[in-house]
Nanobody, 116 residues
Framework: QVQLAESGGGLVQAGGSLRLSCAAS????????MGWYRQAAGKQRELVAA???????NYVDSVKGRFIISRDNAKNTVYLQMSSLKPEDTAVYYC??????????WGQGTQVTVSS
């Protein structure tokens, strides 16, 4: 079992910044491939950013140039630095850990609200 604990969400004005953290614990020796997803009210959950075990990253087009995903393997933590936030970034943000064999775990989510 792997537990994921997200933190760092909150209310911010448009143009502001937030940093989300996702700490992994449990049966995990090293951070696997990690991703940040978000789900806005009435919409499907979407991938925002992902980072591989080797550190390769990819982003959804709408956040490129504004969000940065990073990982600290020593702390078993992945981060999402969000800048130039827009009201359309408002959503619940979830952390996902994808292990070898297709096994994955989700965090409980953290609310991000961007006011205009």
């Amino acid at each position: 079992q792997v537990q994921l604990a997200e933190s760092g969400g909150g209310l911010v004005q448009a143009g502001g910044s937030l940093r989300l953290s996702c700490a992994a614990s449990g049966s995990i020796a090293r951070l696997p491939e990690m991703g940040w997803y978000r789900q806005a009210a009435g919409k499907q959950r979407e991938l925002v950013a992902a980072i591989s075990r080797g550190g390769s990253t990819n982003y959804v087009d709408s956040v490129k140039g504004r969000f940065i995903i990073s990982r600290d393997n020593a702390k078993n933590t992945v981060y999402l630095q969000m800048s130039s936030l827009k009201p359309e970034d408002t959503a619940v943000y979830y952390c996902k850990a994808e292990l070898v064999g297709g096994i994955y775990y989700w965090g409980q989510g953290t609310q991000v609200t961007v006011s205009s």
